[in-house]
């Protein structure tokens, strides 16, 4: 059975320092890898998807790198700003296209 | 990116009552949704995955009587939160699953159950 684990659980820095992302998953045989992001009480934004013959995918600041046969991704956050103050989820999704998500990281930028 | 629109945002509604939860794919067509639960300060739980036309598939422990999901186009689906208890409270999200398998998700919808 597919386990997805988020390292750290919580994770606070000042505005400007660079963030890093830990996510580990059991099972390599993944369709794709997908990074998320949701603000308290709201639903998830989808920041990244990484497909599994991928190595990594960037957008602006953010940056994700997959390493299927160790079972890890993690995701960059350059020069960090208050509004990246979330939660961070990463989701492994399988050939049917279903989600197994880990318990997510809470990020706090502070000012 | 791709729209998923899910309606109500947010609903209270008595002990024993039933809820309708609307989730659309507003610009694209979704064979496949699924809807999540989330309790505060935990992770998305797959409950069901929802196919066009055919019965819906539910996780393991996940009531199908409780919460019944219809699929009835390309565009939406509903999940509906049987004879609501307090316990059924939660923020309920579902996603919609796009060609390349990436997933776009509703704006959730919190249930909140008096």
């Known amino acids: 059975k597919q386990e997805v684990t988020q390292i750290p659980a919580a994770l606070s820095v000042p505005e400007g320092e660079n963030l890093v992302l830990n996510c580990s998953f059991t099972d390599s045989a993944i369709y794709n890898l997908q990074w998320f992001r949701q603000d308290p009480g709201k639903g998830l934004t989808s920041l990244l998807l990484?497909?599994?013959?991928?190595r990594e995918q960037t957008s602006g600041r953010l940056n994700a790198s997959l390493d299927k046969s160790s079972g890890r991704s993690t995701l960059y956050i350059a020069a960090s700003q208050p509004g990246d103050s979330a939660t961070y989820l990463c989701a492994v999704i399988d050939s049917w296209g279903k989600l197994q998500f880990g318990a997510g990281t809470q990020v706090v930028v502070t000012p | 990116g791709a729209v998923v629109s899910q309606h109500p945002s947010r609903v209270i509604c008595k002990s024993g009552t039933s809820v309708k939860i609307e989730c659309r794919s507003l610009d694209f067509q979704a064979t496949t949704m699924f809807w999540y639960r989330q309790f505060p300060k935990q992770s998305l739980m797959l409950m069901a995955t929802s196919n066009e036309g055919s019965k819906a598939t539910y996780e393991q422990g996940v009531e199908k009587d409780k919460f019944l999901i219809n699929h009835a186009s390309l565009t939406l689906s509903t999940l509906t939160v049987t004879s609501a208890h307090p316990e059924d409270s939660s923020f309920y999200i579902c996603?919609?699953?796009?060609?390349?398998?990436?997933?776009?998700f509703g704006q959730g919808t919190r249930l909140t159950v008096v």
């Open positions: 990484i497909q599994s013959s991928q």
């Open positions: 996603s919609a699953r796009n060609r390349d398998l990436s997933a776009f």
